[in-house]
């Protein structure tokens, strides 16, 4: 079974910036499988931040970026805000049809 | 403006159904394929199911398989998961979501419902 893995948490100072990856248990992750990440506060339901890689959704502020870094698709928060904090998740799509989310990431900000 | 709208959840013995329905307005339900997507509490995102836009392709993760089934009904504009055999480690919010697989566009989920409470529990 197809296990995507996130770092469990980071903290983060106000202003500063975070690197958050999201490997695959055998392989590299690649664009082929157009890497996406969604952020969710609690009792919230998810709400999504980029796509295909490297592309933000409608209204997600340009201090988010994503990009593959090496073998992990990787996302990037510059300039941190105190309202960036949340759970992070990535999601792979898989060429069976099927998805797999990370296992998240929980940054805090402070 | 788009709304998925989750409903149908509720607490159930292990080993009994229930079937989950999203009502979805603001766009063309039949265009694209949808998703449900779950939560465990205190715990991450697990992606459940999905359905074509015709209904004539699924696909579930693995320990679903056989036990849920994924429907939709484009002239109700509805999407449905009936659940089957459940088990207590079914317990979670289910949400529905818009997958934009072959949609001209990319893999993935670009609008949410607020999501339905499932507890399986004795």
């Known amino acids: 079974q197809t296990v995507v893995t996130q770092e469990p948490s980071f903290s983060v100072s106000p202003g500063g910036t975070v690197t958050l990856t999201c490997g695959l248990s055998?392989?590299?992750?690649?664009?082929?499988?157009?890497p996406s990440w969604y952020r969710q506060t609690p009792g919230q339901a998810p709400r999504t931040l980029i796509y295909n890689t490297n592309i933000r959704s409608s209204g997600v502020p340009g201090r988010f970026s994503g990009y593959i870094l090496g073998n992990r698709a990787a996302l990037t928060i510059t300039g941190a805000q105190a309202d960036d904090e949340s759970d992070y998740y990535c999601l792979l799509y898989m060429t069976s049809g099927i998805y797999v989310f990370g296992t998240g990431t929980t940054v805090t900000v402070l | 403006e788009v709304q998925l709208v989750e409903s149908g959840g509720i607490l159930v013995q292990p080993g009994g159904s229930l079937r989950l329905s999203c009502a979805a307005s603001?766009?063309?339900?039949?265009?694209?394929?949808m998703s449900w997507v779950r939560q465990a509490p205190g715990k991450g995102l697990e992606w459940v199911a999905n359905?074509?836009?015709?209904?004539?392709?699924?696909h579930y993760m693995d320990s679903v398989k056989g036990r849920f089934t994924i429907s939709r009904d484009n002239v109700k504009n509805s999407l449905f998961l009936q659940m089957n055999s459940l088990r207590v480690e079914d317990t979670a919010v289910y949400y529905c979501?818009?997958?934009?697989?072959?949609?001209?566009?990319?893999?993935?989920?670009?609008?949410w419902g607020q999501g339905t409470q499932v507890t399986v529990s004795s």
């Open positions: 055998s392989g590299s992750v690649s664009t082929s499988y157009y």
């Open positions: 603001g766009f063309t339900f039949n265009r694209y394929w």
């Open positions: 979501a818009r997958d934009l697989r072959d949609a001209g566009s990319y893999p993935y989920f670009d609008y």
């Open positions: 359905i074509k836009r015709d209904g004539s392709e699924q």
